[in-house]
């Protein structure tokens, strides 16, 4: 990293390989660290550690296998229960469909029996003697 920072104060600057440039810091400079030389410039009236590590050594960190994942189960289970709901959807939708066909029914021959009645009294007084 090549850098050049000035500032009031500076946390600390880190980079994986070498440090150049300057930083100024007006109160401090907390550390530095790098993965290779720090041939930078530090200015302040305080300045905290400096760390040079070699970057050329890998260091492999054991890590724990990733977990069989649940998410393919959890799909396929929200996907079962939502064909569920969409089918009991459409059947209610279905269901009262036929309601409202058979009360559309009831209605016009309820309406056609009460106008017969009304007709047939009508007619039986015109007929009075």
């Known amino acids: 990293m090549d850098a050049r920072v000035t500032a009031g104060h500076i946390g600390q600057a880190s980079a994986w390989g070498p440090i150049s440039g300057e930083f100024h810091a007006a109160a401090s400079i907390a550390g530095v660290a790098s993965g ?6 530090l200015t302040a009236p305080q300045v905290g550690s400096v760390i040079e590590n070699d970057s050329t050594i890998q260091t492999q960190y054991p890590y724990p296998d990733a977990p069989d994942s649940i998410t393919d189960a959890v799909l396929a289970e929200a996907q079962a ?20 066909a058979e009360y559309a029914a009831v209605k016009t021959q309820t309406v056609a029996d009460s106008r017969a009645a009304v007709t047939d009294r009508n007619f039986d007084r015109t007929q009075r003697p």
């Open 36 to 41: 290779g030389a720090v041939t930078a410039t």
């Open 81 to 100: 229960v939502y064909n569920e709901v969409s089918a009991a959807k459409t059947q209610m939708a279905t269901d009262i469909a036929d309601l409202l």
